[in-house]
C-alpha cells in the first residue's frame, strides 16, 4: 500500500524520538527496538485512522505507550522481579561516552513506577506539553503534573545518594559495606 | 567509637541537624536542573541515531510488498 509522502515522512521523523521514548521505558534497547517494530506495524496496519493534520509524533507514542503497558504487565507478572534486581539487569549503550553517567539515570528511572516514568520522559525529555502527555497517557493534564512532580522529587532524591558530598549519616554505612582496608 | 546506637532515626538527633539549615530550596533546583540536562542528553543521544535500517526497510516493505530485493532469479534490466 502506497503511503502518502507526507504520512510517510511524519512517520519517518518520528522513529528516532519513538526509540528514545521506548528505550527510556524500558531500559533496554532490544526490547524497545522491538517494541518500536511492534508500534509501526501497528501503526501501518490502521494509518487510514491517522487523521491527517494531527500530531503523528503523538499518535505513535500513543501506540507505543499502550503496547509497552499491555505487554510489561504481562512480563512483570512472569519474572516477578525485585526493582533493584530488574535495575542491574538494564542494558546501556555501549557507544555512551558518560556511560556511567546515563546508567545511574537509567537505573533510577527504572525504579519509578511505569505512571511517573512516562510521564516524566514525555514531558521532561520529549518536550511534550502537559497537555499532550496527558493525551498520550490517557488521564487529566493534573495528573500528568504531579506524576512529573513525584518523578522529579523520587529521582532527585535517588540520584542524590550517589554524590559523595551529599552523604550525611550514609557514609558510615557505606563504609560499613564496603570495608577497603582489608 | 561509640556502639552504634539501636534505634534508626535515633542518630539523626545526635547530628545537630538543626544547625545544618542549608538552602535547602536552591540545592533542590540544581539538583532538578542537572536531572533534567541529563534526561534530555540520554534521550538525544538516541534521537542523534537517527532511523535503524529495520524501521525503514519495514516501511518499504509496507509500500512495496512484492518486491524482493534478492529474489529468486530477478533478471536485471
Do not use: H
Amino acid at each position: 500500500m502506497k503511503l502518502e509522502p507526507s504520512v510517510r515522512d511524519a512517520v519517518l521523523a518520528a522513529i528516532p524520538r519513538l526509540r528514545a521514548f521506548g528505550i527510556s521505558l524500558t531500559g533496554n534497547v532490544d526490547r524497545a527496538d522491538d517494541l518500536v517494530q511492534e508500534t509501526l506495524a501497528r501503526a501501518l496496519a490502521n494509518i487510514n485512522s491517522f487523521e491527517p493534520g494531527t500530531n503523528m509524533q503523538a499518535w505513535l507514542f500513543t501506540i507505543l505507550r499502550n503496547l509497552f503497558r499491555s505487554e510489561y504487565r504481562k512480563r512483570r507478572r512472569e519474572v516477578e522481579d525485585a526493582e533493584g534486581r530488574y535495575a542491574e539487569t538494564l542494558v546501556t549503550q555501549p557507544e555512551q561516552t558518560s556511560q556511567l553517567e546515563y546508567k545511574e539515570m537509567r537505573v533510577a528511572l527504572a525504579k519509578l513506577p511505569d505512571d511517573q516514568r512516562e510521564a516524566l520522559i514525555l514531558v521532561g525529555a520529549s518536550g511534550f506539553s502537559y497537555e499532550e502527555a496527558a493525551a498520550i497517557c490517557g488521564c487529566a493534564v493534573g495528573t500528568i503534573k504531579s506524576r512529573v512532580n513525584r518523578a522529579r522529587n523520587r529521582l532527585a532524591a535517588e540520584l542524590a545518594i550517589e554524590s559523595p558530598e551529599d552523604l550525611g549519616p550514609d557514609s558510615q554505612v557505606r563504609a560499613v559495606v564496603a570495608p577497603k582496608g582489608r | 567509637m561509640k556502639p552504634k546506637p539501636g534505634k534508626p532515626g535515633s542518630a539523626m538527633q545526635f547530628g545537630g541537624s538543626s544547625q545544618t539549615a542549608q538552602p535547602a530550596g536552591k540545592l533542590d533546583k540544581e539538583v532538578q536542573t542537572k536531572i533534567g540536562q541529563q534526561l534530555r542528553a540520554m534521550y538525544d543521544e538516541v534521537v542523534r541515531q537517527g532511523v535503524p535500517d529495520r524501521f525503514a526497510e519495514l516501511l518499504r516493505k509496507f509500500e512495496q510488498p512484492d518486491t524482493k530485493p534478492n529474489g529468486d532469479g530477478d533478471p536485471k534490466p
